[in-house]
């Protein structure tokens, strides 16, 4: 049997859209060059030449929140409790059962950026595609936005799920999604147009807040799941281990057993 990988991660880049402004990540790169200065400190005599070629080592110095690139929110992001009282879970207490196991795709692509999903909606896919969901499934929610990484309207691109949307999922035992846009609730441009109309807050956040209720756990900035079957495949997704972060970064891969 063979077996596929696909990534389903984003890389971390300077100079993309890929977050609003003065959010994005900075990277500053130091070559095989630039690192002979930063080795022969440790080397008491030595000198460029007698290194290998002259060449030290290539190093990065890395600029960015838990929530640049491909990431794994974790409960305590949302919100300080989770299942409606418990303390939330930061990143390093998220189970690792939840990060490899079968994935689902749903293909939202064909709603307008701003739209926000419904239960009604994830049930028509679900059906169209002839799955039915099962405890710890990892569903991932295919959009317009997955296309337009690092364009300048990426971060307004996309539906998202709403509150109706992602309790559907996780009252059947989902406990893991994720969405290939910046969030995964709808583009806060958006949600602001309303908030400005209604002033109603339930609508701020609220796929996200929907952790308040049952925790779990999605990961944003998903890429390649246009490549992806609806079905048949796994998802291995585990997030660095930082101490009680509300956020990992993670390389997303998707798995298909041929």
Not at 39 to 46: A, R, S, T, V
Not at 155 to 175: K, N, P, W
Request: with cysteine.
């Amino acid at each position: 049997m063979a077996r596929r990988l696909i990534d389903i991660s984003v890389s971390l880049q300077n100079d993309i859209a890929s977050d609003p402004p003065g959010l994005t990540p900075t990277i500053e790169y130091s070559d095989h060059e630039q690192g002979v200065a930063s080795i022969l400190p440790f080397f008491p005599g030595l000198k460029k030449e007698d290194l290998p070629d002259g060449k030290g080592w290539a190093a990065e110095v890395v600029k960015l929140t838990t929530h640049n690139g491909t990431h794994l929110d974790a409960p305590y992001h949302y919100h300080p409790t989770m299942n409606n009282g418990e303390r939330a879970w930061t990143i390093d207490e998220v189970p690792l059962e939840w990060c490899f196991q079968r994935g689902v795709k749903l293909d939202f692509r064909h709603f307008a950026d701003g739209y926000v999903a419904t239960a009604a909606d994830v049930e028509t896919e679900l059906k169209r595609i002839g799955h039915q969901l099962q405890p710890l499934d990892i569903v991932v929610v295919n959009t317009s936005a997955g296309a337009k990484y690092g364009q300048p309207d990426y971060v307004a691109s996309g539906c998202g799920m709403g509150d109706e949307a992602t309790m559907y999922l996780l009252e059947r035992g989902v406990r893991l999604t994720g969405i290939d846009g910046w969030s995964w609730d709808a583009p806060f441009v958006y949600t602001a147009k309303k908030w400005a109309e209604t002033h109603d807050p339930k609508i701020i956040w609220e796929g996200h807040k929907a952790g308040r209720k049952i925790g779990y756990c999605h990961i944003e900035k998903l890429s390649n799941l246009d490549k992806l079957p609806s079905t048949g495949f796994m998802v291995s997704c585990f997030p660095v281990k930082i101490k009680a972060a509300s956020a990992g970064w993670c390389r997303a891969v998707a798995i298909i057993e041929d």
